[in-house]
C-alpha cells in the first residue's frame, strides 16, 4: 500500500461547480495534512492545512480530515478555470518528514 | 510567508558532469531541509534530508555518492549530482520549515525548483 494515494485523473469539473479532491494514507501516526496546488512546471504551493478531524473552510477551499478513516479531501466551491492544476495531498509522518501523493489532475471546464 | 531560493533555476549538461544546486532560505533559519525530485507527470519524491552541521539523510533508494548535500549554515543547502547521465534529468525541489514562526506545525515552504537536463 502507498502512503499517500490520490486519484490521478483528470477530473473535469464545469465552471462555478464544486470540485472534490481525495487522498487516504498509510501511517495512523500522521499529525497534519496538507494540499499543495501545483502548476504545470512550477513548484507546490500550499492551499490548506489541517490537524484536527472535521472540516476547515478557507475562502472557496474546505479541507475534510478523518482519522478514523485515514482520509483527507479537498473541496473547492464556485471552480474557476484558474484552478486548474494538479493538486497534491501531503501528509507529515511521525518522523517529521513529508511524503507526497502523485496527485490529481483538475480540470476546470469554462 | 517565508522565502525559499534555488539556483540555477535551469541547467543544461552533458553526461559525466557535475552539477551543484543550491537552496536558501531568505527570511528564516533551517536547521533542516528537504530535497525532491519529479518527474514528468509524477509526484514529488522526497530524496534526501539535510540537516545543518550533520550529515544528510536518504531515502530508501537514494545513492547518497551520487547525490552529495552538504547544510554548511543555518540558510544554505547544496545538493550535487555527480556523474549526472540522462536519467538524473528531472526537476529538483528543496524545501524547508520554519520553526521560528507562530504558525501550523512543519509547514513548508517550497523553492522554485531547478530543471537539470543532462544530455
Excluded at chain 1, 6 to 19: D, F, H, K, R, W
Excluded at chain 2, 2 to 19: L, M, N
Excluded at chain 2, 103 to 119: C, D, H, I, K, S
Amino acid at each position: 500500500q502507498k502512503e499517500v494515494e490520490q486519484n490521478s485523473g483528470p477530473l473535469s469539473v464545469p465552471e462555478g461547480a464544486i470540485a472534490s479532491l481525495n487522498c487516504t494514507y498509510s501511517d495512523r501516526g500522521s499529525q497534519s495534512f496538507f494540499w499543495y496546488r501545483q502548476y504545470s512546471g512550477k513548484s507546490p504551493e500550499l492551499i490548506m492545512f489541517i490537524y484536527s478531524n472535521g472540516d476547515k473552510e478557507d475562502g472557496r477551499f474546505t479541507a475534510q480530515l478523518n482519522k478514523a478513516s485515514q482520509y483527507v479531501s479537498l473541496l473547492i466551491r464556485d471552480s474557476q478555470p484558474s484552478d486548474s492544476a494538479t493538486y497534491l495531498c501531503a501528509v507529515n509522518r511521525r518522523d517529521d518528514k513529508i511524503i507526497f501523493g502523485k496527485g490529481t489532475r483538475l480540470h476546470i471546464l469554462p | 510567508g517565508a522565502v525559499v531560493s534555488q539556483h540555477p533555476s535551469r541547467v543544461i549538461c552533458k553526461s559525466g558532469t557535475s552539477v551543484k544546486i543550491e537552496c536558501r532560505s531568505l527570511d528564516f533559519q533551517a536547521t533542516t531541509m528537504f530535497w525532491y525530485r519529479q518527474f514528468p507527470k509524477q509526484s514529488l519524491m522526497l530524496m534526501a534530508t539535510s540537516n545543518e552541521g550533520s550529515k544528510a539523510t536518504y531515502e530508501q533508494g537514494v545513492e547518497k555518492d551520487k547525490f552529495l548535500i552538504n547544510h554548511a549554515s543555518l540558510t544554505l543547502s547544496t545538493l550535487t549530482v555527480t556523474s549526472a547521465h540522462p536519467e538524473d534529468s528531472s526537476f529538483y525541489i528543496c524545501s524547508a520549515p520554519d520553526r521560528g514562526r507562530i504558525g501550523p506545525y512543519n509547514e513548508q515552504f517550497f523553492g522554485p525548483g531547478t530543471r537539470l537536463t543532462v544530455l
